[in-house]
């Protein structure tokens, strides 16, 4: 496999280091997080002078003995240099029992510059400071962008990369893979053994088939308002009554192992979140396909989730805007910055292009204003407007 370097999570880490934080790399599974430890030592290798690197990874069967959180602290103890820099890096560090005692104890003695990577299921944001009592700084890694895709691939015609982009998605395993039918298997297997794997082993969830039938609805229904209660009373009209709390604990479950991304709605007007209905996107957009086929590709929808997961990655906070009974796709904030924004797969018709902008028209403050579309041409401006096309904004 082809290897790029992902400069933006490297320049982070780098910027992080010798820091007294834990250093946690979390996202979805096959995302890229052991590849960016590999890469970030490689620096620390040709940028210091005899560092001592501690590398474990515990899906290796030389590493088998070190499960044991004793075992794993007394390996790293003996490792460790005087009069150097001390670099500890665990991959997949939830395969440790009780690992936290370990990292908590290196932590504390101050000897250490530590990075663990680990299962989302296992590695939850909300229980991080439950688990380490040191503080920790949380890097989340997600699938390929359309700038990697067009890296790794080496293309030079953004829209028709953006075509395939559209089906093969970031996950970047898959483009081993030569078949679309091969990489859609490779897609499938991913979601099924790994991800819903992690939230089965974490919950110790019975109703296995509920929970495919509540991610395969969530997958069908991306960049739609839903909520717990929707989604159980659907999914009863073809079977036994189901709890929509069950199905709200499923949801968290899914979100918790970054399957899913949960958007809340914001009132525009009246600057207040709402709590009733959210939106839900996908970490990664071929998911879709490769669970649910390829009949209805639903440009719009997908297209709404690419720019969900990029604004995300590009250090936003979203929300989904209401404004006297109108919705805008986005409300994407980052500290005093914030941005409207609609997308839309085809604005060429006049009545489209009419109901994308009216939503935005109506907002009165002087915020930035952005229609992506699938427009193939240069940027443009509608009264105050930015339409601009969605393969020239994911490479800006």
């Known amino acids: 496999m082809r290897l790029i370097y992902r400069e933006t999570y490297l320049n982070r880490l780098i910027s992080l280091k010798g820091t007294p934080d834990i250093k946690v790399i979390t996202g979805v599974r096959r995302s890229g997080k052991s590849k960016l430890l590999e890469e970030y030592i490689e620096w620390i290798r040709e940028n210091e002078?005899?560092?001592?690197?501690?590398?474990?990874?515990?899906?290796?069967?030389?590493?088998?003995?070190?499960?044991?959180?004793?075992?794993?602290?007394?390996?790293?103890?003996?490792?460790?240099?005087?009069?150097?820099?001390?670099?500890?890096?665990?991959?997949?560090?939830?395969?440790?029992?009780?690992?936290?005692?370990?990292?908590?104890?290196?932590?504390?003695?101050?000897?250490?510059?530590?990075?663990?990577?680990?299962?989302?299921?296992?590695?939850?944001?909300?229980?991080?400071?439950?688990?380490?009592?040191?503080?920790?700084y949380e890097i989340e890694v997600y699938p390929f962008s359309f700038s990697e895709y067009l890296r790794y691939y080496k293309i030079s015609d953004i829209q028709t990369a953006f075509d395939r982009y559209m089906k093969e998605g970031g996950m970047s395993g898959s483009y081993l893979y030569k078949e679309q039918e091969e990489k859609y298997k490779y897609l499938a297997d991913i979601f099924d053994t790994l991800i819903l794997r992690d939230i089965r082993q974490k919950y110790k969830i019975r109703n296995i088939v509920l929970m495919n039938k509540i991610a395969e609805f969530m997958m069908d229904n991306i960049s739609n308002l839903t909520s717990s209660r929707k989604i159980a009373d659907t999914l009863t009209k073809n079977t036994d009554k189901i709890n929509h709390k069950t199905v709200g604990s499923y949801l968290d479950y899914l979100c918790n192992a970054f399957a899913f991304y949960k958007v809340k709605r914001y009132d525009i007007r009246g600057k207040k979140y709402l709590t009733s209905n959210e939106k839900y996107y996908l970490s990664d957009h071929a998911f879709r396909y490769a669970k649910l086929g390829t009949r209805n590709l639903d440009y719009g929808r997908v297209m709404e989730n690419i720019v969900a997961v990029e604004l995300m990655r590009r250090g936003y906070e979203i929300y989904v805007g209401v404004l006297y009974k109108k919705e805008i796709d986005f409300v994407a904030v980052k500290q005093n910055e914030k941005i409207y924004i609609q997308v839309s797969d085809d604005?060429?018709?006049?009545?489209?292009?009419?109901?994308?902008?009216?939503?935005?028209?109506?907002?009165?403050?002087?915020?930035?204003?952005?229609?992506?579309?699938?427009?193939?041409h240069e940027q443009y401006q509608y009264e105050g407007i930015q339409v601009i096309d969605i393969a020239e904004w994911l490479i800006k």
């Open 347 to 376: 604005i060429s018709r006049d009545e489209t292009f009419a109901r994308e902008v009216d939503s935005l028209l109506k907002i009165k403050d002087a915020y930035p204003k952005l229609l992506i579309a699938r427009t193939r």
């Open 49 to 136: 002078t005899e560092p001592n690197i501690i590398y474990i990874d515990l899906t290796h069967l030389k590493f088998e003995e070190l499960k044991e959180y004793h075992a794993l602290n007394n390996y790293i103890e003996d490792r460790y240099q005087r009069k150097k820099q001390n670099y500890i890096f665990i991959d997949e560090v939830q395969m440790c029992g009780q690992f936290e005692l370990t990292i908590n104890s290196l932590h504390s003695t101050g000897k250490y510059d530590i990075y663990v990577t680990g299962s989302n299921a296992f590695l939850l944001s909300s229980d991080l400071a439950t688990l380490f009592t040191g503080r920790t």
